[in-house]
């Protein structure tokens, strides 16, 4: 017992004045006292030689002596911590830095949402070219070559005879769709058009829109109000109003353009609504019996609706964006403020 007693005041000794420099004497400590065949373990080792009932006493020592090892070893610690940042020029303590999120796109949000409404109602997505020929941009939608309509649209002309165009509005795909496919058809048709406009704060020379074909037997009026009565109440709330105004596309007739009751003041008058009340969201009508009869459908037969909606408008709307410009310059102070929507 006293052999054991002398033996270990040497060790504390030795480990009180202990003083390392750097992170291997730290390891050198460990491995010496603490590690497998270290000093602490050895003298486990020797407990079998103390008289039975002197064991009690000398496990307290040992025990005493280990711990003092322990809280020895673990106040270096700055040391190997410290060689570990050098080496990696880096803590690897400090919890990690979040993932940059992007955000979506107002508008690619917009028209995801406007797509998502008319799916739920069993309009499917069609796609076409944005360079366009002029057959499916104008002519084939009653729109032949002297039509004063076209001036509605200043195009962007990528060739002169043949004449090849940026597709001025996405109801060039509705021409597509009546080519492609036979009755009935109900698609819902996103996509970007472009127009030879000076670039303001409320004209811009490329935008988006969503078109909208149904068509089948029977389809009336009726049916085209109360699909489009339905996309405004899931896109702006069961509260809002519409009104049809009697207007003119060539490809429709009778034509109209739709308006909603202001979603900012509520009718009472405001920037957005010019202080009118009403804000006109899209144009719409009963497909004209000549664009049937351009791709072989028989009007007598067969009716449809179209509309065509832009969708910078519904985002302004919605977001009270007042400058179009805002879309394209990708200022990420515009983007981020649609994170987490
Ligand atoms: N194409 C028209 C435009 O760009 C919008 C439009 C109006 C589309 C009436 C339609 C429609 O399908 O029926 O101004």
Known sequence: MQE????????????????PKNAADVEAFRIRFLGTKGIVKQVLGEMKN???????????????????????????????SEVKMQDNHQDISLPGSDLPLGTRHPLRMIEKSIVGIFEKIGFSVATGP??????????????????????????????????????????????R???????????????RVYRNETISARAHCFFHQCEGLYIDKQVSFADLKQTLYYFVTEMFGKDTKVRFRPSYFPFT?????????????????????????????????MVHPNMLRNFNIDPEVYTGFAFGMGVERITQIKYQVNDLRLY??????????????
């Not at 008289?51 to 809280?71: D, S």
């Not at 769709?177 to 996509?191: A, F, H, L, Y």
């Not at 109209?256 to 009508?285: F, P, Q, R, Y």
């Open 50 to 80: 103390v008289p039975v009932p002197q064991k009690k006493e000398a496990g307290q020592l040992l025990n005493a002596f280990k711990q003092l090892a322990e809280e020895k070893y673990a106040s270096c610690q700055h040391l190997v």
């Open 253 to 285: 007739e009778p034509s109209a353009e739709m308006d909603i009751s202001c979603t900012v003041c509520g009718g009472s008058g405001c920037n957005l609504c010019k202080h009118t009340g009403w804000v006109e969201i899209l144009g719409c009508g």
């Open 328 to 341: 394209s310059q990708n200022d990420v102070r515009f983007l981020r403020q649609f994170q987490n929507l």
């Open 130 to 175: 944005e360079i366009e020929d002029d057959w499916h941009n104008f002519t084939s939608l009653n729109m032949p070559a002297d039509h004063p309509a076209r001036d509605m649209q200043d195009t962007f002309y990528v060739s002169q005879n043949p004449d090849w165009v940026l597709r001025t509005h996405t109801s060039s795909v509705q021409a």
């Open 177 to 191: 769709i009546m080519e492609s496919s036979k009755p009935p058809i109900r698609v819902i048709c996103p996509g």
């Open 4 to 19: 054991l007693q002398a033996q270990l005041r040497v060790f504390e000794a030795e480990i009180h004045s202990f003083d």
